[in-house]
């Protein structure tokens, strides 16, 4: 117990001395066009889980009417959660693969094709975001036969994406002792 406590604190002292505050920031925007699509982790990641409310996204985009309706997979939009370690946003581009032929006059497609003629990514707002001390990769995870669900919860039946798991330690680590894998603090951090 003094050990961990120890651990916990000299883990702490060299966050802080790498300059990582753990404070809580404001939304993150997902502008950046490199993890956009491309699954290169985002540099402008921040520490702090952005709570997105409803009406605060560019575009008014549901999950539950392209994975529950329309039938769309995960992994068509999130191209990158079985080879790196981000999952990825979808660019404009993939959104108008569809929507240059699909309900072209509803105004959230308009905003859509607006974004695309202007060759600029739609500045969706980050849901989950870790701090930039924890490691985290898709890749592992999916592979080894994790559901999206399991971490990610009901994604396929929501309008509006939300986080529905805490990512706090105690959750990541309370899996990884469940299923026997890593709890050195170095495969997690930093
Ligand atoms: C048609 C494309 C599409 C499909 C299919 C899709 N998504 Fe998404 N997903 C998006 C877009 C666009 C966003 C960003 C907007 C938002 O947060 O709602 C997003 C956001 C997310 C987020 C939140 C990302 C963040 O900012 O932290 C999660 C988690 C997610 N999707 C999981 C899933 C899962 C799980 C499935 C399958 C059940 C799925 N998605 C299917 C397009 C898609
Ligand atoms: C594989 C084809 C496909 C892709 C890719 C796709 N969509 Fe869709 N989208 C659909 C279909 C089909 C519907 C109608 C679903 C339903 O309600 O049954 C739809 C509906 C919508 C609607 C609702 C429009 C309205 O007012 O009724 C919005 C907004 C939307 N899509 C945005 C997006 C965005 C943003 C992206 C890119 C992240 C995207 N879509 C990618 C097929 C697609
Ligand atoms: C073991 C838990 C876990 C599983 C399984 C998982 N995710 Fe994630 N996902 C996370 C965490 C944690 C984050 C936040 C990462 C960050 O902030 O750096 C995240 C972030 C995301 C994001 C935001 C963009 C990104 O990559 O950071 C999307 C989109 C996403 N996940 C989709 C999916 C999809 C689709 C699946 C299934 C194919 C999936 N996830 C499986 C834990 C998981
Ligand atoms: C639902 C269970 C589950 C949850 C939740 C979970 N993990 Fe894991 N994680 C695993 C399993 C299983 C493995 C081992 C995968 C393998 O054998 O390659 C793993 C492996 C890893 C690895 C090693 C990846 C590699 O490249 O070898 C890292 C890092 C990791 N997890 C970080 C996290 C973090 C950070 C969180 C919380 C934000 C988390 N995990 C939440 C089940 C989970
Ligand atoms: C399976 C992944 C995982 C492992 C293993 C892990 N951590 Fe963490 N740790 C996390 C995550 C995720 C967070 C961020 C939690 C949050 O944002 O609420 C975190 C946060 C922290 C923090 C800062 C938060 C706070 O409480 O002030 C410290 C310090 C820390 N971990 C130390 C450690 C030490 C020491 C070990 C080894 C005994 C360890 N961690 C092992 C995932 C992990």
């Known amino acids: 117990m003094i050990r961990g406590c120890a651990a916990r604190r000299w883990i702490h002292a060299a966050l802080t001395l790498m300059g990582v505050t753990l404070t809580v920031a404001a939304a993150v925007v997902w502008n950046d066009a490199a993890a956009q699509e491309s699954g290169a982790p985002n540099p402008a990641a921040s520490t702090g889980a952005g709570a997105v409310a409803p009406g605060e996204q560019p575009i ?4 539950a009417r392209h994975v529950a309706q329309a039938g769309i997979d995960c992994q068509f939009c999130h191209a990158y959660a079985r080879r790196g370690p981000v999952a ?3 660019s404009v581009e993939r959104c108008v693969g569809c929507h240059r032929s699909i309900l072209t006059e509803r105004p959230e497609i308009l905003k859509v094709l607006d974004y695309w003629e202007r060759e600029a990514p739609i500045p969706w707002l980050r849901v989950h975001d870790l701090p930039d001390y924890v490691r985290f990769s898709h890749k592992a995870h999916v592979r080894s036969g994790i559901d999206c669900a399991a971490c990610h919860g009901d994604v396929a039946g929501m309008d509006l994406a939300v986080q529905v798991e805490s990512l ?9 002792t469940a299923r026997d894998a890593s709890r050195d603090c ?3 951090h930093y």
């Open 186 to 188: 170095l495969v997690c």
């Open 88 to 90: 990825g946003i979808p």
């Open 60 to 63: 008014a985009f549901s999950h």
């Open 168 to 176: 706090s330690m105690g959750w990541c680590v309370d899996c990884h």
